[in-house]
């Protein structure tokens, strides 16, 4: 497990040193659970996921590293309005990251990237409230 929050920690670095459109916090955490009144700021939780190890030849193995990044925020006006807004900033982020290296985890290689959900639309309809995951697979072989 330390591999998934090392990497984690790693996503956590550098997205807390890029200049976003919209300003935020990004946070490691196992259990990305807000109040209400915590949404009313934009909250971007890192989440350690799953480690898959595969062999990569008879002496190495090749890691594939799950993270998810959940973008949440409290809406304030139409959801239609919150969905452009603050899927631009998924967007954002998601081209940040499948174009960087990780600093702090320099042998993890950026694979994949999947969007899903784009929102949530219980949670517009039910808590006004945007939520976004994106979810980044990192390789490492050794």
């Not at 300003?23 to 350690?48: A, I, N, Y």
Request: overall charge negative; charged content about 20%; aromatic content about 8%.
């Amino acid at each position: 497990m330390s591999l998934a929050t090392d990497i984690a920690d790693a996503v956590v670095t550098e997205l807390a040193h890029y200049a976003f459109s919209q300003d935020f916090e990004p946070k490691m955490l196992v259990l990305p659970d807000f109040s209400t009144e915590e949404l009313e700021t934009l909250r971007v939780s890192v989440v350690p996921g799953g480690v898959e190890i595969d062999q990569a030849t008879r002496s190495s193995s090749k890691y594939t590293v799950t993270v998810s990044i959940g973008v949440q925020k409290r809406i304030t006006g139409t959801p239609e309005e919150t969905v452009a807004t603050m899927g631009a900033l998924v967007d954002e982020i998601a081209d940040f990251l499948k174009s960087t290296d990780l600093s702090q985890f320099p042998a993890a290689q950026w694979h994949s990237l999947t969007n899903e959900p784009i929102y949530v639309p219980e949670h517009l309809s039910q808590k006004r409230t945007f939520t976004s995951v994106l979810s980044l697979k990192y390789l490492l072989f050794d």
